[in-house]
């Protein structure tokens, strides 16, 4: 796993948590759930890498605005249902 420095503010660190442990751990979910805004990578793939249930990974994409069932999935499936005749 590559390993990153990051040098923060005092006032930007202060702002995420109280330790670089907690500030690292934050850092870490926000890269991984921009991966899988950006479909980089799935939900699942996400929670693998963050050590979280699929449950506590929704959760996690929820709190960061990411919407878990998206207009374009919608038309998708229409388009999918159409195809098939359902």
Known sequence: MMQVEVNLPDTIAAYYGA???EIARLLREMAVVECVRHDYITPKEAGDV????RVDMYRLLAA???????LEDLRED?????????
């Open 64 to 70: 960061h605005k990411m919407p878990l069932y998206t």
């Open 50 to 53: 963050l050590g979280l249930a």
């Open 19 to 21: 330790t670089p442990d």
């Open 78 to 86: 229409r388009e999918t249902s159409h195809r098939l005749g359902l």
